[in-house]
Every structure is written in C-alpha cells, then in structure tokens.
C-alpha cells in the first residue's frame, strides 16, 4: 500500500474497488514467523469490466506526522492498528506500524472491522439481442445440445431454445446427420441401462451401423475437423467421438465397441454372501470402508464371530476406543508404525482387545538400523543442539569460562520456524588459535564457519570497495574464499570422526534416528475388489491400474508414475467415477495440455459412455463465452 511505485495498486484499481483496509502492527507474525514486518489486509471488490478511474488510494501522501504512507491511512487513521513510526534500516528509513499495547489485537480489529461496509449487487446479464428467435425448452433435450424443430435447428441453451438460422448448408447438413447418429447412440444406451433383450440391443446396434456409415461417407470421421467445428458445443460431442478408434495419424483403425457389444452393464448390488471375508469385499467396494453393520446385513452373522473370523484382516484403532473404527490391515499396519504401536500398547494395558494391534505391529516394525546404515552430516537438523554444542567445544578448546562457569557466553539455536542454526556469541573467544588459524581465518573464524556448515552454505569472502560514482561493492575474493573453504572442509571431515566416537551418544543419536526416519512402512494397495459400476466391460483393467485406483481412493495423494503407454487416463478416469459413485468426492477436475483434450475426452466417453462430463477448451475462456461455459457448470450434474 505504500510502495512509491503506485504501478500495482492502479492495476488493481482498475479491476476492483477498494471497500477498506487495516493496518496491523510489525509484530503480528513475530510468533509464527519469527518477523517483525508491519502489513494490511485489503478488501476489494471486482468490478464487472476493467475502468480507467483513479481513485485516491493509488496515491501516497503525508499525515500529521509528516510520515509519507497511502492515502487511505491518511484520511482513516482509525484504521491503523498501532502509531506509524520512523526507524533506520538497512537501506535507509523505514516506516513501521508500531502496537498499541493499551489493547489487544483482536480488540482493535473488531473495532476497525466495523468500519467497512459494503453492498452486494445484482449481477447483470447481458441481454439477448430482439433479433434472435427462440422457443421455450423441451424437457427432453438436453441442455446445451441440438435438436430440430420443424425442420430447423435450435440450441438448447437453459430455458431457451435458440434457433440457428445463420449457419452454412455445409454445416447446416452436418449437424443434422449428427443429431440422428447421436440419438441412436443415446437411445443405445438407454437399452443397455435397462437391461434390454440381447434381439432388442443388437437391432439398435443395426440403426447405429447404419447411420455411422451413411454420415462418414458424406461428411467423413466424427472426429475430422469439419465435424468438431460444427457439432463441438453440443453436449454428446465427445461421446461421438469415442464411436472412432484411431491411429496416430487420425486415421480410422475400427469402431468401437458400442457398435457390436454390450459396453454397459447393468450394476447388480449384492445382496447376500456366505462368509466374513466376502462381505469386508463387499463392503469395500460399496462403501469404501469397513462397515461392520452393513457386513452383518450381507451374511447374517454376529458381529463378534464376524470380527474373529476377520482377525488380522480388520483392526480396530485403539484411539477411538469404543467408537469401533474398524480399518483394513493394509491400512492400519502401514505409516507410522512406532507411533502406532506406542499408542496400541498403552490401550492394551487396560483393554485386552488391542493386544492383536500389539502383536502384528510388531511383526511389521521396520528393522532397527545400526550407526554403519545411518549417514549424518553436520547440518542435520535432528542432530539435538547439545551435541552440537559438545562438537564446537571439544573441536577447538573453547576456554571453561565461555561455556561450563557461570553464565553460558556461546550457544547453539535452532529455529524450527525457518530451519535456521544459529551460534551465539561468536565473537567472544578472541585469542583461541583454533578459532583464528587451525578451523578459522583472520577473515572468518571457526565458530562463523561452523554456522555456515549447519546451514548447510558455502563459506564465501567478499571484499567492499568503493566505485567510481562512490557506491559500495561487494567482490568476491577467491583466494580468502577458497582458504576458507578448506578450513570447512577439515571441520566437516573432524565431525564425521567424532560423532559416531561416544558410545552413550553414538546410542542416543541412533535410537533418534531409528525413530525419527525409521518408523514408516509404505502402505500396499489391492484393487482386486473394486467393481467400477459403469465400466465399459469390454475393457478390463489391468492389475498395476486396478492396484492404482485403490491407492487413489485410499490414499490420498498419489503420483501415477507409470511410463508412457501403460493406461494413466484409464487410471484417472477410474478412480474419479468411482470416487463420485462412493460419495469420496463431488466432482472431478482434470487438467490437462491443451493437445491433448480431445483424446481424454473421447478416452473418458470410451471407458464410461454413461458419464456426463464437461469439457472446457481455450475458446471457453474467451471473453464472450465465459458466462456461457460458467452456466453449463452450473446446471449440468457432472
């Protein structure tokens, strides 16, 4: 708000209108960063359309105490939480909003957030121009899709059919071909939904062949150029699409599957199974959880019996208690396993129910790793400070009174904030030849050395000379530089000698490591089970897919590292359809090269011809059609 380059705040003047701001106090992320940096918060508002205005809050100006600061905090001084106040820095004055410790933060920002008001309008809608035609909707077309009406074309969009009445007879003729190609496929899958007669579905798949060919010998591929341009805004586009199997030439290599199989089948949901085991399958892939009711509901068992046929399939984690939390074994047995296991035996000493959750993770309990395994390096920031400490003393004598009698004049920090080493009092051992000669230079002593090295910095000399319009320059000496640098070298190679010496430490320092980095056992993921309700069963998925979609329901985060060629976009695709069917999200986004588009879409229709996806391209983002694709988002059910 107060940079002397107003560059920034005209570009956002121009899109948007300032509604109010504060200005906190230097010290409000001091816990949490660690720094004192004095901010605002800024309320805007978007403006529908980019305007020239330039307010008054673009522009600086002095207030009453002569400090130059925005406009704004000038004429609402109640808005700055604290008293501005000049200070030297580095660089010269600096203005820093100091606070006022007669009342609390949050005291002074209730007060100021009341000062802001603004009013929500109503969004304007572009009109649609008198000289259009349009009809009323028909429920039976889908949104956003074609459809004839007495011989002429309209477009659905929402309410409206618009009729399209300024087309080419070339693409006139196109779409209308189109249409009858894409409600025979519609209506192909309707059978198939319902479960129709095998006579009725391939009498259907007859119409479909028949319609396919005469359109390609007319109008060529679906998937030609000419087509897209003409039939892309409809809804079924890429369903289309997905009727043509091609090369990487574009050229047609078959037809799909619609056309001579059942690519949907009708989901059967199971009712009934004989054992326990059957039933965690079936609740997995139902409900992508274990649901100890609805597997009672499957085979009719008590739950106890249900639970000792399970054991060590299923594990109840101990931190709910009685809530029940069943959880698969590749689940529970997975992470972190020490954690785990100290909480699993404490509830064990009290409920004898949890000594199973003892026993098996014991069984999977990473190896312990010996001193030999475990690489260290000075600089790891698990390395207790102490040590350190002992390190820097032992390595260069640093004399009794510095650090073992009265008070401590050189210690060693580390900030968990910023991952920062910090040595205390580097300057007071002042005659030590180790300091100075041994591990230090007359440039750069050991102790600065040894901070750069936790670090994990290069140790670098400069020089500061003067240039010739009289302005300091910092020149890096390589010769003090390289000097330097071995000296870092000789106290990198001493540490790696003494830290594994101690045998009380070399013990301490492994069982925190062994703790620390050894505890994890990498969950294994089985998607055998898994259904995929509305699937293309043409298609079988092979097992490292499978194996990945579970990891993607399961898991949470996951990396689909696989090479090129082996079904990522079938994996994808997988595992958002059946994320959505199994309640795990709402809706999926894909994002993807923009090359690329075409070919997920019509792979997505492929695998699921039942799915209703949305399918943005760069033409979607334009200005004019903006409000448009923002309507299909909202009243298409993806």
């Not at 200005?23 to 309320?43: C, K, M, Y």
């Not at 704004?72 to 600096?94: A, K, R, S």
């Not at 080419?168 to 319902?194: A, G, S």
Request: net charge negative; aromatic share 10%; charged share 30%.
């Amino acid at each position: 708000m107060d940079k002397a380059n107003p560059s920034v705040r005209k570009y956002i003047a121009q899109r948007a209108d300032l509604i109010g701001a504060i200005r906190l106090p230097d010290n409000t992320f001091q816990r949490a960063a660690g720094t004192r940096v004095t901010s605002d918060i800024i309320f805007l508002k978007k403006r529908e359309r980019i305007t020239d205005i330039e307010p008054d809050w673009v522009n600086l100006d002095k207030n009453q105490d002569g400090i130059t600061i925005n406009k704004y905090f000038v004429e609402n001084p109640n808005m700055i939480l604290g008293n501005m106040t000049i200070e030297t820095g580095p660089h010269g004055p600096v203005f820093n909003c100091k606070a006022d410790e007669t009342k609390t933060l949050e005291e002074q920002l209730n007060e100021a957030i009341q000062n802001i008001s603004t009013q929500i309008t109503d969004y304007e809608i572009e009109d649609v121009e008198d000289n259009v035609e349009m009809i009323p909707a028909d429920p039976n077309v889908r949104n956003f899709s074609y459809t004839i009406v007495d011989g002429k074309i309209y477009y659905r969009e929402n309410s409206n059919m618009i009729l399209k009445d300024d087309l080419p007879l070339t693409t006139e003729n196109r779409i209308k071909e189109l249409i009858k190609v894409r409600d025979v496929v519609r209506e192909l899958i309707d059978y198939q939904v319902n479960d129709y007669s095998n006579e009725e579905i391939q009498s259907k798949q007859r119409e479909l062949n028949q319609v396919y060919d005469n359109f390609t010998k007319r109008y060529g591929l679906i998937n030609s150029r000419g087509n897209k341009n003409a039939f892309s805004e409809d809804s079924s586009y890429y369903l289309l699409t997905s009727l043509e199997n091609l090369d990487d030439q574009g050229n047609l290599k078959s037809k799909a599957d619609m056309f001579s199989k059942r690519t949907i089948a009708p989901h059967k949901a199971v009712t009934s199974v004989d054992t326990a085991n059957e039933a965690l399958i079936v609740s997995l892939s139902e409900k992508a959880k274990v649901d100890i009711p609805f597997m009672q509901s499957l085979c009719n068992m008590d739950k106890d019996k249900m639970i000792e046929e399970l054991k060590g399939e299923i594990f109840n984690i101990p931190e709910y208690g009685e809530s029940n939390n069943w959880v698969t074994a590749d689940e529970y047995l997975s992470g972190n396993i020490r954690e785990k296991l100290k909480n699993a035996e404490e509830f064990a000493k009290n409920d004898e129910r949890f000594k199973i959750n003892v026993e098996y993770l014991q069984k999977v309990m990473p190896k312990d790793l010996t001193p030999a395994e475990i690489s260290i390096r000075l600089g790891a920031t698990w390395i207790p400070e102490k040590y350190i400490e002992d390190f820097i003393f032992e390595l260069l004598h640093t004399p009794n009174y510095l650090w073992k009698w009265g008070n401590k004049e050189i210690k060693v920090h580390y900030s968990e904030y910023d991952g920062e080493w910090n040595i205390e009092g580097k300057s007071r051992d002042r005659s030590n030849v180790y300091v100075y000669n041994t591990y230090g230079t007359s440039r750069i002593n050991a102790y600065k050395i040894i901070e750069e090295t936790l670090n994990l910095r290069d140790v670098r000399i400069f020089d500061t000379c003067i240039d010739t319009e009289g302005n300091k320059q910092r020149i890096l000496n390589k010769k003090e530089t390289a000097i330097a640098q071995g000296k870092q070298e000789q106290i990198k190679e001493a540490f790696q000698e003494w830290v594994w010496k101690d045998i009380d430490r070399r013990d301490d320092l492994t069982r925190i490591y062994n703790e620390r980095f050894n505890s994890t056992r990498p969950r294994e993921y089985d998607g055998s089970h898994i259904n995929f309700v509305g699937m293309n069963p043409e298609i079988n998925l092979r097992t490292h897919q499978r194996n990945a979609d579970a990891h993607i329901l399961y898991g949470g985060n996951t990396l689909l590292a696989h090479g090129v060629g082996a079904g990522k976009t079938f994996v994808m695709v997988a595992a958002a359809m059946e994320s959505k069917r199994l309640g795990l999200c709402n809706k999926s986004l894909f994002v993807v090269p923009n090359y690329i588009i075409d070919q997920i879409a019509s792979d997505f229709m492929q695998l699921y011809p039942t799915a209703n996806i949305l399918v943005a391209t760069k033409k979607d983002f334009s200005t004019n059609n903006r409000k448009r694709f923002c309507s299909k988002i909202a009243t298409r059910r993806i």
